[in-house]
């Protein structure tokens, strides 16, 4: 938390406040532009971060990390067929990558859990 608040005081040395207020107010429909903005930290932001703090008391949090690990990957597809977003090899590959340590580390949730079972039932027949 430290770190990112430490990040927008410096955010001003690198900003050209004038030339931003320039681009803002000559911008044609800064109606679609603040709607735009206001769309992306509501419903990309705001509900999809609720839902998932949400889910954190339904399922195990192990579960959640590895969905939330999948965000990018399907965000990237979704924009890839929906604005026809162009992704190169680097993203191919860490897509794959992506898709590849979720798989891995489910399987390894599903081992402990079988692992957990049948220790439960060893316990519980003596």
Known sequence: MVIEKTHCLFIGLFTDFKESFYIIVNTPNIGMVILNILSIGILSTFISNTFYIKSTEYIEASVTSIL????????SIFAFFIFGEVLNGKQI??????IIAAIILELKLDKERINNVFKLKFINQN
């Open 68 to 75: 939330a690990s999948m965000e990018p990957v399907l965000s």
């Open 93 to 98: 590959v860490g897509a794959i990558l992506i």
